[in-house]
């Protein structure tokens, strides 16, 4: 959904009042009016009225039009004639004005025939082609009946058959601001992110028509214009504009009638258009209107034009043009000078969201949480059909089997976030909703951790964040990674780029904090000096409130709890993280090393390595001796710098590293080959069963090839007869199986080669 259709009806009485007044000032100076009936533009069909400041428009005439069939009759279908009904069909319409045809009414605005129809006169639509039908019969006229496929317009809500009628219309001529907005975008003076959607604006702007202003609705702003009848004088027709005044109030209407036509006010009458203004019209002056417009208020000079519109692409020229052209028009000036065009919410199939499909996601849903039964109770009580309500149900059970999970206002802020690629379309995964909650329970769970380390209350952190000289490798890579991901979300909020920016938050809390820092640190607290663990503090707290003012436009709720838990820096410090200011990359640029990062890559990829060879032997609570061989001392010098670090993440009891060709491994270790230059040997004799590692190797490697050969066998099988897409999933299936045999046979060979 979009802001629209919520905009009217959430306006305050006080601004409505306003809005209303600025409509009437903005009506009431010197525009072009035309009135002109049921389709195309003004200059068609009638003469212009001088009321305005820009020009009057029709991009169609009212909303029936877009129900109605597009395509003309396919004469191969037709019986020899066909009958031409130009005041009631769009298509017909454009095909009297072609050929100069009578526009003859038979239908009145009550759905009955009009009274210039003979016998037919007065009788409802459907019964007069009941009648009509007999008295072809009775005259022997009538033939046969067939079907014929043909596009009916259907009222959305209650059902009935749309008749198009003549009606006149409200026009503005749009040509000249769509240029000046198409300008503005050429120069960049205003700039549509993602820059895709350019080529829309352009199309749209370059055939732009003349926009139909009026609605024949009861809900919106009366149109301030006045049909003029002088006594003594014929009354004009409604399509003549030369019977219609405006003003902003009845008052300036007879003003302008005694001007225009030079007779007494007291034989004068007047009658106020009972039409609406077009909702985009209305809201088209939202940017100016709401800081007092026409009157230069404090407010107008200070916020107008504002910086930056973020709104849905689907309305890019129902709502943002408009609002383009009548700032540009009314007050000299772009209303904003950046529009953010986010993309389209679909469901995790990539459909469009329906009521009548059960898969509509209610955000409060997603935020509490809601049962499969609670889902299916607000269906019932929808006005759906009961049809479609069985159908919703059943869209409903697949896509929710077991209701929707509680993720919380931040979780899904996040997601949302980090969904936004600069596309058309998100399709929305509340497991992944979901998976951004876990999220949570994490920065929550690492802040009260590292609190409890020494830096909650009674901790207190330097004035301004610098490093001691002291700190270890890992120490300065955190720094270092901090520093990255600050610039990462500090270019992501520039350039639009979200993703970019949740993805750094997550990555440096999640990956970098969480599962390496906190992990190394932990023994500093416990066994290290007061000067190392003191240190320490520092980094992790600044680790942890820099992280926290970064996610905070994401994770406003949780990140402000956490925050208001830690210490300050000063006194004086922002006492909420609200109002704190957001992490300065400039102010971290001097500690990046990207150097180091790329010699402690290494060293965690060691780290990885020897924890899943541990994994594959069922290793969590064993220490074992680790052995590493290095191509040559600089990276022997690197692995022993980091020592403490793999020692820490591996619970290892050892590590011995050594140039390749000075001394050899020992014997009874499981071989891992790092890269070309290194290689690791972890002793797993007299620590692991050798036979039963061997027995369970074996009785896996028997199950793979097992069903690598069924897998192989059903593809041989079924053939052509097999979706592509399943073959594919099969050839990636038999892969990853190969694969993981090859690692079982070389770990084998080593069992076997320790006994």
């Not at 082609?129 to 009775?138: D, F, G, M, P, T």
């Not at 049909?227 to 209407?253: L, Y």
């Not at 329906?354 to 809601?370: E, M, Q």
């Not at 491994?665 to 039963?692: E, H, M, N, Q, Y």
């Amino acid at each position: 959904m979009t802001r629209s259709w919520s905009l009217l009806p959430e306006l305050r009485p006080c601004w409505a009042i306003r809005l209303w007044q600025c409509i009437l000032m903005m009506l009431a100076i010197d525009i072009w009016w035309a009135r002109t009936p049921f389709t195309r533009s003004s200059t068609e069909s009638s003469r212009s009225l001088p009321i305005a400041l820009w020009t009057v428009l029709s991009e169609q005439v009212c909303n029936r039009r877009a129900c109605a069939s597009r395509t003309p009759m396919d004469v191969r279908v037709l019986p020899g004639a066909v009958k031409i009904t130009p005041a009631h069909d769009p298509n017909d319409f454009d095909c009297g004005k072609r050929n100069n045809l009578p526009f003859i009414s038979c239908i009145d605005g009550d759905g009955n025939i009009s009274a210039d129809c003979g016998v037919f006169s007065g009788m409802k639509r459907f019964a007069a082609r009941k009648a009509v039908l007999e008295a072809l019969k009775e005259k022997g006229l009538y033939r046969d009946t067939k079907d014929n496929p043909m596009v009916i317009p259907v009222c959305s809500r209650s059902k009935d058959i749309i008749e198009p009628l003549l009606k006149p219309q409200w026009y503005v001529s749009c040509k000249e601001m769509a240029q000046k907005a198409i300008d503005a975008v050429r120069t960049k003076e205003l700039r549509l992110i993602p820059a895709i959607h350019e080529a829309t604006w352009y199309r749209w702007m370059e055939d732009i028509r003349d926009w139909c202003i009026s609605r024949q609705l009861w809900w919106g702003h009366q149109i301030p214009a006045y049909f003029v009848t002088i006594e003594g004088q014929p009354v004009g027709q409604d399509a003549d504009d030369n019977s219609w005044i405006s003003g902003r109030d009845e008052e300036d209407a007879y003003r302008k009638a005694q001007d225009k036509f030079g007779v007494d006010r007291s034989k004068i009458h007047l009658r106020r258009d009972e039409d609406v203004l077009d909702t985009w019209f209305s809201s088209g002056l939202f940017p100016f209107a709401i800081f007092g417009w026409p009157d230069e208020t404090e407010d107008f000079k200070a916020f107008y034009p504002g910086s930056v519109l973020e709104t849905g692409h689907d309305i890019l020229f129902f709502w943002v043009a408009r609002m383009v052209f009548f700032g540009q028009a009314l007050c000299g000036a772009l209303p904003f000078r950046e529009v953010y065009l986010h993309a389209m919410v679909r469901d995790a199939q990539g459909r469009k969201m329906s009521k009548s499909l059960g898969n509509v996601i209610d955000p409060l849903d997603v935020i509490h949480g809601i049962s499969l039964e609670a889902l299916y109770a607000k269906l019932n009580e929808s006005n759906l059909d009961t049809k479609e309500i069985e159908r919703a149900k059943e869209g409903q059970k697949k896509s929710f089997p077991d209701g929707i999970p509680e993720c919380g206002t931040d979780a899904l802020r996040f997601a949302l976030c980090a969904y936004t690629l600069q596309g058309r379309d998100i399709n929305l995964d509340v497991l992944r909703v979901q998976g951004y909650r876990f999220f949570c329970n994490k920065l929550w769970n690492a802040t009260r951790f590292a609190m409890m380390q020494g830096i909650g209350a009674g901790f207190r952190p330097q004035p301004r964040f610098q490093l001691s000289g002291n700190e270890s490798q890992v120490d300065k890579w955190i720094v270092s990674r901090l520093a990255y991901a600050v610039r990462q979300c500090e270019d992501g909020f520039r350039n639009y780029e979200f993703p970019q920016a949740t993805t750094a938050c997550y990555n440096f809390w999640l990956y970098e904090l969480c599962d390496v820092y906190l992990e190394y640190v932990k023994p500093k607290f416990q066994s290290g000096s007061a000067e190392e663990a003191e240190n320490t503090r520092q980094i992790l707290y600044t680790a942890f409130e820099i992280a926290l003012r970064m996610i905070s436009p994401f994770m406003p709720f949780i990140s402000e709890e956490l925050f208001q838990r830690l210490p300050r820096r000063s006194d004086d410090a922002a006492p909420s993280i609200m109002v704190t200011a957001y992490p300065d990359p400039e102010e971290f640029a001097s500690y990046r090393d990207e150097a180091l990062e790329k010699r402690f890559d290494f060293a965690y990829d060691i780290v990885k390595r020897i924890r899943s060879l541990r994994a594959d032997y069922q290793l969590t609570k064993t220490k074992t001796q680790v052995t590493i061989e290095c191509a040559d001392e600089e990276l022997c010098q690197l692995v022993k710098n980091f020592e403490a670090f793999i020692l820490q993440l591996t619970n290892s009891s050892s590590l011995t590293a050594f140039v390749a060709g000075t001394q050899q491994a020992p014997a009874g270790c499981g071989i891992v080959t790092v890269s070309d230059r290194c290689r690791l040997f972890v002793l797993l004799k007299g620590v692991i069963d050798i036979d039963k590692e061997i027995a369970r190797a074996e009785k896996k490697r028997n199950a793979l090839q097992d069903q690598v050969k069924g897998t192989k066998d059903t593809m041989e099988k079924t053939g052509s007869k097999m979706p592509e897409a399943v073959r594919e999933q099969n050839i990636q299936k038999i892969a990853q199986m190969e694969t993981e045999i090859g690692h079982l046979a070389d770990a084998l060979q080593q069992l076997l080669a320790m006994k």
